[in-house]
């Protein structure tokens, strides 16, 4: 049975219309990849899937007891977050916030699954540290250890790996597989067609043509093999 | 100079002034970090102004308790501009401008179309600029103000784990199901209560000193919100009190005087966090 499943999805603002007959489904361990060029509707849609905006048509439904507040999420970055003073701990623990139900204090399973998953993510030596000051590749692995305090199933990443440089991106990608691995049901919304090919099991690909499927299928389509080929320049010769 | 400070704190009325003084500092400095880091440091001053328009206009109609009128158009504002929040058609910020000028440019227009007294720009400057002697509190003022404060307080520690939350992602919260629009508009609340106590200390025009300029300071030093938190409030306790007294001791005016004691402990929070390589 299907984790989430989106039925002949609409998706657009007041008066545009993004995309249109969206159809896709998502089972327990797939790793599923979002592409397309930049306004296609990507962050849209993710938004749309975790209830923060409604739909134009269609439905979102969650199968197998997944609610839309179970889902772990890593946001493209906000600019509040740039200068906020927060320390590793602190952010990762408010991940924590849907378990407080009517509690206004988290105790001391909440913390312990912080830690918890601050090791599960090499950055426990972080915790006092102060998030504002980090890299870029350690802010996205506190947020991504924030969104594994959410969940236990699933993970929609928007553009994990924007603005990192190639090293610390691949070590990313290897902590997105592992988490994959580990059995965690993966939505992330990328721009690095070659990646998302390398690691992906399926493909959503948004613009005029939306195509989706397996990620074999995919390198097989029309679709994928333009996109594939355009975004390759002339740099795959090495 | 202390025989005269202990002198002038027999006084009820200058303990009443001590009193609601710390308190407002306290609770204005703890919205004052959300605010900031919400970006909405304007929202303090637009919401003064409102507050000033709606007791001119209460001074106008001849209400002999203003506050009756003043709280809830300040908190119907507040949830105007706070809790619509990214979505409204009006810019945040332009929409904040608009009603903060339009408020106080009414709020003159009617204290000089129907003056309550014959002293009219001696009245909008104690408005504006609260009352130049701290010693015009009425005890049931006192009391309400102590009631608020305390509350305000307990609420801010109850929902600490929820206001960090919403404050740093509010995208995130929503999408674990935590009630955001909630949330904002509880802010929203406090911040209006918090603005309209303390307009009788400092005047409209000084309220947003009060509320941004601790928290500005802490955040030079300081590195994590529950640091930033508690710092500014000390530091706001700190300030107020030096200020209440300066002002005991010296014919300066209370509002003025805090928020000069405020600003140099700005400069002198800049000047640590640069050299310890905070800032
Ligand atoms: N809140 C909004 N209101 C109106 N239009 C929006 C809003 N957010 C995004 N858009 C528009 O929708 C389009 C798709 O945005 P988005 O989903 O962020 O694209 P992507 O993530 O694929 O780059 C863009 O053209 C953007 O300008
Ligand atoms: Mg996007």
């Given at each position: 049975?299907?984790?989430?499943?989106?039925?002949?999805?609409?998706?657009?603002?007041?008066?545009?219309?993004?995309?249109?007959?969206?159809?896709?489904?998502?089972?327990?361990?797939?790793?599923?990849?979002?592409?397309?060029?930049?306004?296609?509707?990507?962050?849209?849609?993710?938004?749309?899937?975790?209830?923060?905006?409604?739909?134009?048509?269609?439905?979102?439904?969650?199968?197998?007891?997944?609610?839309?507040?179970?889902?772990?999420?890593?946001?493209?970055?906000?600019?509040?977050?740039?200068?906020?003073?927060?320390?590793?701990?602190?952010?990762?623990?408010?991940?924590?916030?849907?378990?407080?139900?009517?509690?206004?204090?988290?105790?001391?399973?909440?913390?312990?699954?912080?830690?918890?998953?601050?090791?599960?993510?090499?950055?426990?030596?972080?915790?006092k540290h102060c998030y504002r000051e980090l890299s870029g590749g350690q802010q996205q692995r506190i947020l991504l250890a924030r969104a594994l305090c959410a969940t236990e199933s699933m993970l929609l990443l928007d553009e994990p790996v924007s603005g990192l440089d190639p090293k610390v991106t691949l070590e990313m990608y290897d902590l997105i597989r592992n988490l994959n691995k580990e059995g965690i049901t993966i939505i992330m919304i990328s721009h690095d067609i070659q990646s998302a090919v390398r690691y992906s099991s399926h493909i959503l690909h948004m613009g005029s043509e939306i195509f989706y499927g397996t990620t074999e299928e995919y390198q097989r389509s029309d679709e994928g093999k333009k996109y594939l080929f355009d975004n390759n320049g002339g740099d795959h010769n090495a | 100079m202390l025989d005269k400070f202990v002198t002038y704190m027999a006084i009820p009325l200058v303990r009443?002034?001590?009193?609601?003084?710390?308190?407002?500092?306290?609770?204005?400095?703890?919205?004052?970090?959300i605010l900031v880091l919400k970006r909405f440091s304007y929202i303090g001053d637009g919401l003064s102004h409102v507050a000033f328009g709606a007791m001119a206009i209460a001074a106008v109609v001849g209400l002999a308790d203003d506050m009756v009128l003043t709280l809830p158009i300040t908190i119907l504002c507040a949830i105007l501009l706070l809790a619509t929040g990214s979505n409204t058609k009006i810019k945040g910020d332009a929409s904040?401008?608009?009603?903060?000028?339009?408020?106080?440019?009414?709020?003159?227009?009617?204290?000089?179309?129907?003056?309550?007294?014959?002293?009219?720009?001696?009245?909008?400057?104690?408005?504006l600029f609260g009352s130049t002697s701290i010693l015009t509190l009425k005890k049931e003022e006192v009391v309400l103000c102590v009631v608020l404060s305390i509350l305000v307080v307990v609420l801010f520690i109850a929902f600490y784990n929820r206001i960090f939350a919403v404050t740093f992602d509010e995208s995130f919260s929503k999408a674990v199901g935590t009630k955001v629009n909630a949330c904002n508009i509880f802010i929203a609340v406090i911040i209006a209560v918090i603005i309209v106590l303390a307009m009788n200390l400092v005047g409209s025009l000084l309220v947003s000193a009060l509320i941004i300029f601790p928290a500005l300071s802490s955040m030079r030093v300081f590195r994590s919100f529950l640091s930033v938190t508690i710092f500014s409030a000390l530091l706001?306790?700190?300030?107020?009190?030096?200020?209440?007294?300066?002002?005991?001791?010296?014919?300066?005016?209370?509002?003025?005087?805090?928020?000069?004691?405020?600003?140099?402990?700005?400069?002198?929070?800049?000047?640590?966090?640069?050299?310890?390589?905070r800032g």
């Open positions: 049975m299907a984790l989430l499943k989106c039925k002949d999805l609409t998706l657009g603002y007041e008066n545009i219309e993004l995309v249109k007959g969206l159809d896709f489904e998502v089972n327990k361990g797939e790793y599923l990849c979002i592409v397309g060029e930049n306004g296609a509707g990507k962050s849209t849609l993710m938004k749309t899937i975790l209830k923060l905006r409604k739909p134009l048509a269609g439905s979102v439904i969650y199968d197998d007891g997944l609610k839309s507040t179970e889902i772990g999420y890593l946001p493209q970055q906000t600019i509040v977050q740039k200068d906020f003073p927060a320390s590793v701990y602190e952010v990762v623990l408010s991940g924590c916030q849907s378990h407080l139900g009517r509690r206004l204090f988290y105790n001391a399973a909440d913390k312990e699954r912080a830690l918890s998953n601050m090791k599960r993510l090499g950055i426990e030596n972080l915790k | 009443y002034a001590f009193i609601v003084g710390v308190l407002i500092a306290l609770c204005s400095s703890l919205l004052g970090v904040i401008a608009m009603i903060s000028v339009g408020a106080l440019a009414v709020g003159y227009l009617l204290m000089n179309l129907f003056p309550t007294s014959s002293n009219v720009s001696g009245d909008v400057c104690t408005t706001s306790v700190a300030c107020s009190s030096l200020g209440l007294i300066l002002s005991i001791l010296y014919p300066v005016p209370v509002g003025a005087t805090i928020v000069a004691v405020d600003i140099t402990a700005f400069i002198i929070c800049m000047i640590v966090g640069k050299v310890t390589g």
